[in-house]
């Protein structure tokens, strides 16, 4: 993992290079590209474990070069777009890609993504033939039912109890919407009154802590006026 | 002296004294002639000075006698003695018959009666020429009849018309006094009237304002009225007496206040028209005037082409439409015409069907031509909507990447270890302004999409009280740092809606955001949901910490802020992304400002 290169692919020379000199104070080994065929090229010469991808273009555009790449890798692909649309970001994912980051990015939101891809894929790498029965994975997400651990990416998340309860029964029904009212019944076996607050509190706390961008959460998801879901991966 | 003269002649009381003594002065005069003709005096004697030449003789004399001579040559033969204490001679002739009382003695008289008829000294002649008369005595063509009145008669009755003269002389003089000097008194009152004391402008009255015609006939009406009530009053005759029936005096009263009623009337119209002959509005004020000018004013915007300014495309509809009716008008004058030359009335329906095809054709041609104008500004005003979307699109793609350089090199140099202090201070300080660029590009983005309507919304149905409980959830840190304390008033059972749930959270986060910065500290914030009406009604009120010294317009316009607003970070496109947010859902968004109180009320059709 300290040594994974990764390969920065953008038209704009300056972000490029703006981006390796990130990556490499980090300390990761950075190999640039220009354009999408550039990057096809790049793939083949080099050992590649992550690929930051800009959608827009000349010869080869990231979406294209995302679909090429996939036939034959499953390296983590991090989309970086000036669209910073809903729809765009459905494309890009439906596309293989595994993140989707807009322009203007914080870098070092861009850096935790970095990082969460290369644990994710490594990690997944490893544990991939050893799952265990009291494990609940959604997408990055790990739970452990027996153990109480907590991982995001590999990396152990402390969640209190309440936490982990309330994240517990959403990851066992990722996807499905649950009102405050059933989070409460559910997680604090008391008669939900007026809890919509208290449930919302708890939502947020726990996406700070397993988030990347708490206000673009990626896995805890608020369904605005009806209740919260675990994303579906 | 002048000026003096000026400011006395002038003076309200001066003038209300002239009116007062005018209407009294024309009362006073026709009441005179009233009581004179009450009395019996004969006015004529005043201007006919031989009695021989009045009226009053042919009247009272010379008729009388007349009919007396018919009357008497008509039954002559059953009257047995013609009278002979009669004040007249008469001679009638017809043909070779003569009828008369001229004695045979006096030869001379009838002799001069040959040459010239003969009255009182002359002789009176009724020739054949009175066809009236003729027609009523059944008399031949030849009829003469001739009348001399005995010169004794004559001088006694020249005698009365004397002593009647002089009877009536001093009442007729005071008559004739009053009038002129009524009439001197109305000619300076129409020289002062309308101008005051203190200028020389000309002051109109709210009477001036009549239409000259409605003065006129009111003039001319109460006139009438008057006279047709004098005539009757003065018809009213007597014999010379020197004392009055009560019944007349009666009578002089109730004609005399009339009188002065309808003279101060016809006072007020009249220097009404003499202060808009001075205001030369006379002509002006008229209706006859009114209706010219707008039918004139009409005509002229016809031709030239002020009626058509905003639309040239009617003004051949109109000049057809024109066209059509004086045509048909015509054609059906000679449908009528025609009907005395029956086989010509085939032409007018035959030359109307080809008016008509005419008419609807080009009619038909220009409303294509109006409809294609309109679908083309449609068309344009669609097309310029696309094209700042795509614009705004653009440049907004066009802002993002140099500034996602600017924010990475940001955040490389504050990486820069060997970075003097006064350094780090700038470089946070670009940090947090390029920042804040980011949000402005990407609320701008988000604001042009959603107002030019080219926004993908995932309606679905919510629950609004929820809605609200979260966004409140979500902001907890942003209130509790504000110090502000948030009261709500949310009703029991949820409160369902159809809308974009993510589009309507940000247009409470940005409302309560907005709420949040700009509140006077220490104030509350009162967030209520209720039902009205089968609606979903939220609002949110604050007091605010500045002056709002702007309309509501002008806050729901893009990047218009309070001033002191300004210089806080935020895009300052909140409250028009909440607003353009709402309307996308299909909701009604309002901002009311009270005084320092701000208020947003937001509506949504209740789902079931």
């Known amino acids: ?233 | 002296m002048d000026t003096r003269l000026r400011s006395v002649s002038r003076r309200k009381s001066t003038r209300i004294l002239a009116s007062v003594l005018t209407v009294i002065l024309i009362t006073a005069g026709v009441l005179l002639i009233q009581y004179l003709s009450y009395t019996g005096r004969e006015l004529e004697s005043l201007f006919i000075e031989k009695y021989k030449d009045s009226n009053y003789f042919y009247f009272n004399d010379v008729l009388p006698a007349r009919n007396k001579v018919m009357y008497l040559l008509n039954n002559r033969d059953r009257i047995e003695k013609v009278p002979d204490d009669l004040d007249y001679y008469y001679y009638i002739s017809e043909g070779e018959t003569v009828f008369t009382n001229v004695p045979e003695d006096n030869k001379e008289l009838l002799e001069e009666f040959e040459e010239a008829l003969y009255s009182s000294g002359d002789w009176i002649t009724e020739d054949n020429t009175d066809e009236n008369y003729m027609h009523y005595f059944e008399r031949e063509d030849d009829f003469k009849l001739a009348l001399k009145f005995h010169d004794e008669y004559m001088a006694s009755k020249q005698e009365f018309w004397e002593n009647s003269r002089k009877s009536v002389m001093p009442f007729a003089v005071m008559a004739v006094l009053c009038f002129v000097l009524a009439f001197g008194l109305v000619i300076y009152l129409m020289v002062i009237t309308g101008k005051s004391q203190d200028d020389d402008e000309l002051h109109m009255w709210k009477i001036d304002r009549l239409y000259t015609e409605l003065q006129v006939i009111a003039f001319g009406s109460i006139f009438a009225i008057w006279f047709s009530i004098a005539n009757d009053v003065f018809g009213y005759r007597s014999s010379v007496v020197n004392k009055l029936e009560i019944s007349q005096i009666y009578s002089l009263i109730f004609f005399g206040i009339l009188t002065i009623f309808m003279v101060t009337i016809m006072g007020v119209l009249f220097f009404s028209m003499v202060r808009k002959f001075k205001a030369k509005t006379f002509w002006k004020q008229s209706i006859t005037y009114t209706i010219y000018f707008k039918v004139k004013d009409f005509l002229k915007s016809l031709f030239d082409g002020r009626r058509f300014e905003k639309f040239p495309l009617t003004k051949a509809l109109f000049y057809r439409q024109l066209a059509f009716i004086i045509v048909s008008f015509i054609l059906v004058v000679l449908t009528f015409l025609f009907l005395f030359a029956p086989p010509l009335i085939i032409i007018p329906p035959i030359i109307e069907i080809a008016v008509i095809y005419w008419y609807v054709k080009y009619n038909n041609k220009t409303y294509e031509e109006i409809n294609k104008g309109f679908d083309e500004s449609l068309e344009e005003q669609m097309k310029s909507e696309r094209m700042k979307v795509e614009l705004i699109t653009n440049v907004s793609h066009d802002l993002k990447t140099p500034l996602t350089s600017i924010i990475s090199y940001i955040d490389l140099l504050s990486k820069e270890e060997d970075l003097s202090e006064t350094a780090r201070d700038y470089v946070n300080i670009l940090r947090e302004k390029s920042y804040r660029l980011k949000n402005i590009v990407s609320d701008l983005f988000d604001l042009a999409k959603s107002t030019s309507g080219d926004i993908n919304l995932d309606m679905e149905k919510l629950d609004l009280k929820k809605l609200i409980q979260q966004t409140l959830g979500d902001m907890e840190d942003e209130i509790k740092d504000s110090g502000l304390q948030i009261r709500t008033k949310l009703p029991e059972e949820p409160i369902y809606i159809i809308a974009d749930g993510k589009r309507l959270y940000r247009v409470f986060q940005n409302l309560i955001d907005n709420a949040l910065k700009y509140s006077l500290k220490g104030t509350r914030i009162y967030i209520n949901l209720e039902e009205v009406n089968g609606k979903a009604v939220a609002s949110i009120k604050n007091i605010a910490g500045y002056e709002m010294n702007f309309t509501t317009e002008e806050i729901l316009q893009r990047f218009t802020r309070g001033d002191k607003a300004r210089t806080t970070d935020g895009s300052g496109l909140g409250l028009s992304i909440a607003e353009s947010f709402t309307r996308v859902c299909g909701g009604d968004f309002k901002v009311d400002i009270d005084g320092d109180l701000f208020k947003v009320i937001i509506r949504f059709n209740i789902e079931n």
Not at chain 1, 151 to 158: F, N, R
Not at chain 1, 171 to 184: D, H, L, Q, T, W
Not at chain 1, 214 to 223: G, I, Q, T
């Open chain 1, 1 to 233: 993992m300290d040594h994974a290169r990764i390969l920065v692919v953008d038209d704009d020379r300056e972000i490029a290079n703006a981006i390796e000199k990130l990556l490499t104070l980090e300390g990761y080994e950075v190999v640039k590209a220009y354009n999408g065929m550039e990057a096809l090229d790049a793939l083949v010469t080099n050992s590649i474990q992550l690929i930051i991808l800009d959608v827009m273009m000349p010869k080869l555009d990231g979406l294209s070069t995302t679909l090429k790449i996939r036939e034959n890798k499953n390296i983590p692909i991090i989309i970086l777009s000036a669209k910073s649309e809903d729809s765009d970001k459905i494309l890009g994912l439906s596309m293989g890609a595994d993140d989707y980051v807009t322009k203007p990015f914080n870098p070092q939101e861009l850096v935790a993504r970095v990082k969460s891809q290369l644990r994710r894929y490594m990690y997944l790498g490893a544990m991939a033939s050893a799952r265990k029965s009291s494990q609940i994975v959604v997408g990055g997400l790990s739970l452990d039912t027996e153990t109480k651990e907590f991982k995001v990416d590999g990396e152990p998340v402390k969640l209190t109890p309440t936490e982990f309860k309330i994240m517990e029964l959403l990851m066992s029904n990722a996807g499905i919407v649950f009102s405050a009212e059933k989070i409460y019944e559910k997680v604090w076996q008391e008669e939900a009154y007026s809890v919509e607050n208290t449930v919302m509190v708890h939502i947020r706390r726990i996406r700070e802590k397993i988030e990347i961008n708490p206000k673009e959460p990626k896995y805890l998801k608020v369904v605005w006026g009806i209740g919260y879901k675990i994303e579906k991966c």
